[in-house]
């Protein structure tokens, strides 16, 4: 079975442009997470969306935006990008919401984003 | 802020030496995974644990979920060249939004 999948894997952007990336979860997870991870440094939650909902959002600013689409997929759009972007994005997925015993949360293996 | 302190943060050991890497909260946490990630790639989960006081061993790793679910250790027995790597726990929440937070993590090195 296919696991977490992410694109584009690694791009490079100029500072105030626009970046959209993608994540399709195991297939069957209904909940889609994402987190931001700088160089040195543990990941950083932005996002959980469930059933297209969101469910929370972490300590980012409003140029941090995302969506789920009816398949479960995601996107994450990242306005006015600044030199401080630059990190990697995890994507996660899991069955459900909450943090019952069963609903592991696994993550993809990420978009390297530099903004130059 | 719940913050989840992982320590050390470096460590280079010989191979067949033991270690332990702890990571400590005043948050109670529901659960708490341990992820290893490879240099470029994400983190690949090692473990959950759940149940306060709950040990599990994975070959040569020995997971341990404290009494209170505010702290756990991974003990590595026997250290390999393989196990290099970074090791990450992190604890999960659930405040209307499903969340890990996550320790800083602990560069591991093991030198043949």
């Known amino acids: 079975d296919a696991g977490v999948t992410q694109s584009p894997t690694h791009l490079i952007k100029t500072r105030g442009q626009h970046v959209t990336l993608r994540c399709s979860p195991i297939?069957?997870?209904?909940?889609v997470s994402w987190y931001q991870q700088v160089l040195g440094q543990g990941p950083q939650f932005i996002f959980q969306?469930?059933?297209?909902?969101?469910?929370g959002r972490g300590n980012f600013p409003d140029r941090f935006s995302a969506r789920q689409f009816p398949n479960y997929s995601s996107e994450l759009n990242v306005n006015a990008l600044l030199l401080g972007d630059s990190a990697l994005y995890l994507c996660?997925?899991?069955?459900?919401?909450?943090?019952?015993?069963?609903?592991?949360?696994?993550f993809g293996e990420g978009s390297w984003l530099t903004v130059v | 802020t719940q913050l989840l302190e992982q320590s050390p943060q470096f460590l280079s050991i010989q191979e067949g030496e033991n270690l332990t890497v702890y990571c400590n909260s005043s948050?109670?946490?529901?659960?708490l995974q341990w992820y290893r990630q490879e240099p470029g790639e994400g983190p690949v989960l090692l473990v959950t644990?759940?149940?306060?006081?709950e040990v599990k061993k994975l070959k040569r790793l020995t997971f341990q979920f404290g009494d209170a679910r505010k702290d756990s250790s991974l003990h590595i027995t026997a250290a390999q060249p393989g196990d290099t790597g970074l090791y990450l726990c992190?604890?999960?929440?659930?405040?209307?939004?499903?969340?890990?937070?996550f320790g800083q993590g602990t560069r591991l090195t093991i030198n043949p």
């Open positions: 996660a997925s899991s069955l459900w919401t909450g943090v019952i015993s069963g609903n592991t949360i696994y």
């Open positions: 297939s069957g997870h209904k909940s």
């Open positions: 969306y469930y059933e297209k909902e969101e469910r």
């Open positions: 948050s109670v946490f529901s659960s």
């Open positions: 644990v759940v149940t306060g006081g």
């Open positions: 992190a604890g999960a929440l659930y405040q209307g939004a499903q969340k890990l937070v």
